[in-house]
């Protein structure tokens, strides 16, 4: 399994702090072998497939051929409104 940053992930995530980038690194890792157990799927909510959380973060992804493209990442508080 491959995770893909979009452009527009890619600078949300290069804005986070250190810390942040390296807790989202480690997860990232980490579900490669237990993907099943980190990612939870998504209803209602195109083009979102699945979420993912790390710490005070949310990651929002695609499923496609390769793996998952993670189109956006917020923090918890605003990403659902």
Not at 4 to 19: I, M, P, R, Y
Not at 40 to 66: A, E, S
């Amino acid at each position: 399994m491959a995770f893909f940053f979009t452009e527009q992930a890619k600078k949300e995530f290069l804005s986070l702090d250190k810390s942040a980038q390296s807790m989202i690194r480690k997860k990232l890792e980490k579900i490669k072998q237990w993907w099943w157990y980190s990612l939870k799927p998504i209803i209602n909510l195109p083009p979102y497939t699945h979420r993912l959380r790390v710490g005070d973060y949310r990651l929002l992804l695609r499923q496609c051929d390769d793996g998952y493209e993670i189109l956006t990442l917020w923090h918890r508080s605003t990403i659902y409104l």
